[in-house]
């Protein structure tokens, strides 16, 4: 079972990414699926989930109206779609999941058990 993510690059502020987590090992489509992210001397923080089935979805409020998370459940990946990037969003980005989570504990990084290495995020000015 493994994650892989992948899109990252280097943007002008305002600009947008699109990143991309590809899962393999079995299907995801149960899994509860969630982006992190890490600055330089900062701990890792809580982006974006998506519930099982896509159900639902939850945002922290730092990119709440700029990102959006979406999944493909017949290609295994989840999406992070990122729009009017800011110079604060620089970061690495993870990708996570997890198959036993509930949504109160979706913000926790510590919950889920499958990760993805990641994949640098530089926003420029």
């Known amino acids: 079972v493994q994650l892989q993510a992948f899109g990252g690059g280097l943007v002008q502020a305002g600009g947008s990414l699109r990143l991309s987590c590809a899962a393999s090992?079995?299907?995801?489509?149960?899994?509860?699926m969630g982006w992190f992210r890490q600055a330089p001397g900062k701990e890792r923080e809580f982006v974006a989930a998506?519930?099982?089935?896509?159900?639902?979805?939850i945002y922290a409020d730092s990119v709440k109206g700029r990102f959006v998370i979406s999944r493909d459940n017949a290609k295994n990946t989840v999406y992070l779609q990122m729009n009017s990037l800011k110079l604060e969003d620089t970061a690495v980005y993870y990708c996570?999941?997890?198959?036993?989570?509930?949504?109160?504990?979706?913000?926790?990084?510590?919950?889920?058990?499958?990760w993805g290495q990641g994949t640098q995020v530089t926003v420029s000015s």
């Open positions: 996570a999941a997890d198959f036993n989570l509930i949504q109160s504990s979706v913000r926790t990084s510590r919950m889920y058990k499958l």
């Open positions: 090992g079995r299907t995801f489509r149960n899994a509860v």
């Open positions: 998506s519930m099982r089935n896509a159900a639902n979805t």
